[in-house]
């Protein structure tokens, strides 16, 4: 499974904070504890106000470039600063995010002409998230196809589902599962990926609810995880679950994470 480390990210309210008083060393050791726990990719979100934000995602960039060796999954809701910020990365990684919004295809995909930069692809439109599993395929379809109007290919693209909190759609983990699958079908090379905490919002005792949708979605196929790789319960959930889906043969990485301390119970300093 594809790891994109969640945790650099002006939301969450501690590193918003870092991010204001620009205090380098906090971002530098979540840079860091990511890395060490196995990420893939770092996500870098300003998560800040629309005037502030060039300027912090700059500096975010830059720092967590010169901490790790990682590629980046650079990450705005606003694609004219992406668009801005790529020239500053120097290892192609991960634009997070296209979607059937607005002219966004039309900002992105130009820039992932002639490199191996990919994409991650929401399946909302002008119309919203859908809560269908029909829907959610419907707006992939588009926007894998205007993708190929670039010269992009499925390969190049994680498309997130966008799955609903299950305390307002009933049937919010099944119509996700269900658009994993017909994805997958139709373009075997793409990618699929999502974060784990809408699904649990408004819900009491989220983890329970997150590892669980975690564990359904990687049985449905699911490619990619925005998660805390350093989040040991997360992470033994990901190596049980491919041993179990027969991805892990003879449970090696699994046996390989438990000695080396990276899974199961914390031992007590001697």
């Known amino acids: 499974m594809i790891i ?5 990210n002006g939301s969450i309210p501690s590193v918003g904070q870092a991010i204001e008083r620009r205090d ?5 050791g979540l840079a860091k504890r990511q890395a060490e726990a196995g990420a893939d990719y770092l996500d870098v979100c300003a998560g800040t106000s629309p005037d502030k934000e060039l300027d912090a995602l700059c500096w975010l960039i830059d720092l967590v470039q010169d901490t790790v060796d990682i ?3 650079v990450d705005s809701p606003n694609a004219l600063i ?3 910020v790529l020239p500053r990365v120097r290892q192609n990684g991960i634009i997070n995010s296209v979607s059937g919004e607005g002219d966004k295809c039309e900002v992105i995909f130009p820039l992932m002409k002639g490199n191996d930069w990919k994409v991650i692809a929401l399946t909302c439109d002008g119309k919203g998230i859908s809560s269908t599993a029909q829907r959610k395929l419907e707006i992939a379809q588009r926007l894998i196809g205007k993708a190929a109007e670039y010269g992009i290919g499925p390969e190049r693209m994680f498309i997130d589902p966008l799955v609903l909190a299950l305390s307002a759609v009933n049937d919010s983990m099944l119509s996700f599962m269900e658009a994993l699958r017909q ?3 139709e373009y075997p090379t793409v990618k699929t990926t999502s974060g784990l905490s809408n699904i649990s919002y408004g819900a009491p005792y989220r983890k329970a609810i997150n590892l669980n949708f975690l564990t359904l979605a990687l049985s449905a196929g699911m490619d990619s995880a925005i998660i805390d790789p350093t989040n040991r319960d997360a992470y033994a959930t ?3 679950a491919e041993a179990l889906l027969c991805q892990d043969k003879f449970m090696r990485r699994y046996n390989k994470a438990y000695r080396l301390g990276r ?3 914390v031992k007590a300093a001697q």
């Open 4 to 8: 994109i480390g969640e945790k650099i």
């Open 24 to 28: 380098a060393e906090f971002i530098r």
């Open 71 to 73: 590629p980046l999954c």
């Open 82 to 84: 992406l668009r801005q």
């Open 183 to 185: 994805i997958k079908k």
């Open 238 to 240: 990901i190596l049980a």
């Open 263 to 265: 899974i199961g119970p």
